[in-house]
């Protein structure tokens, strides 16, 4: 796997003009961050060498790299996950290319069911914790050391000076926030009511099939992590309502505007880090 994630970087490097500073990967429905883009190069997944090609709806599979706020950012528009039938080390494939390719920060969007009974339709919530429900791991597996260590500390997956930052972007551009944690399951089903009270009683504000996945990957690799998820249907364990796919593209469709609206002001007020390949 080491050997495919560096083969890809280097052609992904002989393809892109500048270095990217920020990596992004979105959700359902959550891909207009691109629409706002000064872009130098778009690129399917299916001309990225080892990459694999996103088969959900409302996912577009293409990488694109250019610049927003000033700043040199590439995107995975369309991610891939474990109920495609995607191995866990699939799944952050992009993340370890990203990082190879110099990364250093990694904003993460996903559409995701809204368990906090305060929370509606719509909302964005930013990410301030997650539980990793997938029952797998994506570090599960001999330690590629040129990532990081073997026992990655999580205690701030999600780094609270950013979720400071994010918070105070959503004030400047005029948009409702909120914050909280993120249950991450496999699906693709979605939760019974008595899951989604279990998931309620644990802890969590908001479920979705991605992102822990991608975000462990992250921290092993040292990246700085921000989440923002889009809460695109309610599930009170009391009064479940059915959801659709549709109803979720839809929804997080409309949200995914304000998102990039936000992604860019909290783009413009990221600290510059170091570049250059790791
Ligand atoms: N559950 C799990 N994943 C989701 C949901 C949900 O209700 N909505 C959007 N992604």
Redesign the pocket.
């Known amino acids: 796997m080491l050997e495919k994630i560096k083969k890809t970087t280097t052609f992904l490097v002989s393809k892109i003009k500048d270095t990217p500073e920020i990596g992004m990967i979105t959700g ?1 429905g959550l891909g207009s961050i691109a629409e706002k883009m000064t872009i130098d190069i778009r690129l399917s997944y299916k001309d990225i060498p080892n990459f694999p090609v996103s088969t959900v709806e409302g996912h577009r599979g293409t990488l694109v790299a250019g610049r927003l706020a000033g700043r040199q950012i590439i995107v995975c528009d369309g991610r891939f996950h474990l109920y495609e039938g995607y191995s866990p080390l699939e799944v952050v494939f992009p993340v370890r290319v990203m990082s190879m390719l110099g990364v250093r920060y990694l904003l993460i969007s ?4 809204g368990l906090n009974p305060q929370f509606e339709s719509g909302d964005l919530m930013i990410i301030t914790d997650h539980i990793n429900l997938t029952g797998t791991n994506p570090l599960i597996g001999p330690n590629m050391d040129v990532f990081g260590i073997r026992f990655p500390d999580m205690s701030s997956v999600y780094d609270p000076r950013l979720i400071s930052l994010a918070r105070e972007a959503a004030v400047e551009s005029r948009i409702s926030i909120r914050q909280g944690i993120y249950a991450g ?1 496999t ?1 693709p089903s ?2 019974t009511p008595a899951e989604t009270r279990f998931l309620r009683i644990i802890g969590a504000d908001s ?3 991605s992102t822990v996945s991608e975000s462990i990957a992250g921290v092993h690799c040292n990246l700085k992590i921000i989440g923002i998820v889009v809460v ?2 309610i ?1 009170l364990p009391d009064c479940m309502q059915k ?1 659709s796919i549709e109803e ?1 593209i839809n929804t997080a469709e409309t949200a995914g505007q304000r998102l990039a609206e936000l992604w860019e002001k909290i783009i413009s007020k990221l600290p510059v880090q170091g570049l250059g390949n790791k």
């Not at 996903?110 to 069911?113: C, K, L, T």
Request: glycine share 18%.
């Open positions: 359902t996903s559409a995701a069911g399951l699906g979605l939760e479920v979705g099939m695109t249907n599930n959801t979720i």
